[in-house]
């Protein structure tokens, strides 16, 4: 199955940068969406951007006009730019992926998640 491994994160002070990465592999047949979601301390984790397989692109509000994801779909690459960080942006942060692979002639997708990675912006 696919595993998704996630990179980039650390301390950062405010108004700084920071460009998260996660490769995926062990992929079977294709991935479809790819994205980033992060869980702050005490909150529910949320979704931060998507890219689908396609090109489209949805960003969380929050983030919009700070934050730019991409992807390599060759590589099997998701990444996220992080711009003029906030400490509110503080949080874990996971990569996703949909795993679609196929069993007895049949189609599933399956959401995989990566581990995490640790941004902490500074005040």
């Known amino acids: 199955q696919v595993q998704l491994v996630e990179s980039g994160g650390g301390l950062v002070q405010a108004g700084g940068s920071l460009r998260l990465s996660c490769v995926a592999s062990?992929?079977?047949?294709?991935?479809?969406?790819m994205g980033w979601y992060r869980q702050a301390p005490g909150k529910d984790r949320e979704l931060v951007a998507s890219i689908s397989g396609t090109g489209n692109i949805k960003y969380a509000a929050a983030v919009k006009n700070r934050f730019t994801v991409s992807r390599d779909n060759a590589k099997n690459t998701v990444s996220l730019q992080m711009n003029s960080l906030k400490p509110e942006d503080t949080a874990t942060y996971y990569c996703t992926a949909e795993d679609v692979w196929t069993r007895n002639g049949a189609y599933h997708t399956t959401t995989r998640w990566g581990q995490g990675t640790q941004v902490t912006v500074s005040s």
């Open positions: 062990g992929v079977s047949l294709r991935i479809e969406g």
